[in-house]
Structures are given as C-alpha cells and as structure tokens.
C-alpha cells in the first residue's frame, strides 16, 4: 500500500521526467536565429570628390541580427546565389567573416553601381548570408526596391 512518502517519490520522479525532456527540447532548438531586412538607403558624402559623392550613393542594405542565444559567425554574402563581386568586397573592407554575438547587428550596403558590373543578374531578387557551419540564410528584395531599381536603371540609360 502506497504511503505519503510514495506518493512524493513517484511526484518528484514525474516532475523530474518533464525538467529533463523540457531541457532536451531546449538543447535541440537552441539554434543560431538570424533576422535580415533589406533596405534602399542613400549615403551622402561629408567630403564630396565627385559629382556623384554630391548626389549621394545609393546602396541595397542587408541588416543582419543575431536574435538566438548564441553567437554565429557570418562567412559569405550574395545576390541570388551568385557569389559576386560584393562577396570579395566584404572580405577586402574586413566586413567580413563577422562573429555577432547574441543581440548584435551588421549592416552590409551593396553599392548600386557596382550591379551594373554584372547585367545578368539584372535587378536582385534575393539576398543570401552564409555562416561558418554553411547554413544559407535568404532575404527575397521587397518589390517596391526592386521596382525602384529597375526604374533608376531605366533613367541611367
């Protein structure tokens, strides 16, 4: 017959049981989150050089924060998947590899000229961060950017 010292022990066995699934789940969903925005920003120049440091440079900006709880290490960047001219910049400016610990942010401005390198990729689609472990996070470029870039493209012409 069970006795009230029993009935304690087959309580604290239960409660036991769930802490430990409960810190399991927690071990296998504690990942790295990462939240990306896309943004048209344009730069002025505090000494202007050129005609075009008087007008401004204008930038697709990726944002990048680092809202998990622990740190990640940011490797790579592209536009649709094409490791570009701006994956080498990065590298060359020390932007990156980039270690952001939890609650950190990078910013990473693609100049708009520099696009015009590359006709193929024509207006961008998407933005691409990768971290050390090759996990590929993905950013689809807003359409009303898009819009704003295929029309500032069509004025340059």
Same mark, same amino acid.
């Given at each position: %017959?069970?006795?009230? #010292?029993?009935?304690?022990?087959? /309580?604290? !066995?239960?409660?036991?049981?769930?802490?430990? $699934?409960?810190? #399991?789940?927690?071990?296998?969903?504690?990942? &790295?989150?990462?939240?990306?925005?896309?943004?048209? *920003?344009?730069? =002025?120049?505090?000494?202007? @050089?050129?005609?075009?440091?008087?007008?401004?440079?204008? /930038? =697709?900006?990726?944002?990048?924060?680092?809202?998990?709880?622990?740190?990640? &290490?940011?490797?790579? &960047?592209?536009?649709?998947?094409?490791?570009?001219?701006?994956? !080498?910049?990065?590298?060359?400016?020390?932007?990156?590899?980039?270690?952001?610990?939890?609650? @950190?942010? =990078?910013? #990473?401005? /693609?100049?708009?000229?520099?696009? @015009?390198? %590359?006709?193929? =990729?024509?207006?961008?689609?998407?933005?691409? #961060? *990768?971290? !050390? &472990?090759?996990? *590929? /996070?993905?950013?689809?470029?807003?359409?009303?950017?898009?819009?704003?870039?295929? $029309?500032?493209?069509?004025? @340059?012409?």
């Amino acid at each position: %017959m069970p006795t009230g #010292i029993d009935a304690v022990g087959i /309580y604290a !066995a239960i409660v036991a049981t769930i802490a430990v $699934a409960w810190r #399991i789940f927690e071990w296998f969903n504690d990942r &790295t989150h990462l939240r990306l925005k896309v943004d048209y *920003v344009s730069k =002025l120049s505090l000494k202007p @050089e050129t005609q075009e440091d008087k007008l401004g440079r204008n /930038y =697709l900006q990726l944002k990048v924060v680092n809202i998990g709880r622990r740190p990640i &290490t940011l490797r790579d &960047t592209s536009i649709d998947r094409e490791l570009c001219v701006f994956n !080498a910049a990065c590298h060359k400016e020390g932007i990156l590899p980039k270690r952001l610990e939890p609650g @950190e942010s =990078l910013s #990473i401005d /693609y100049q708009l000229k520099r696009l @015009e390198v %590359m006709p193929a =990729l024509g207006t961008p689609k998407s933005l691409y #961060i *990768v971290d !050390a &472990t090759d996990r *590929v /996070y993905t950013k689809k470029v807003p359409a009303r950017i898009r819009q704003w870039l295929a $029309a500032e493209s069509e004025i @340059e012409k």
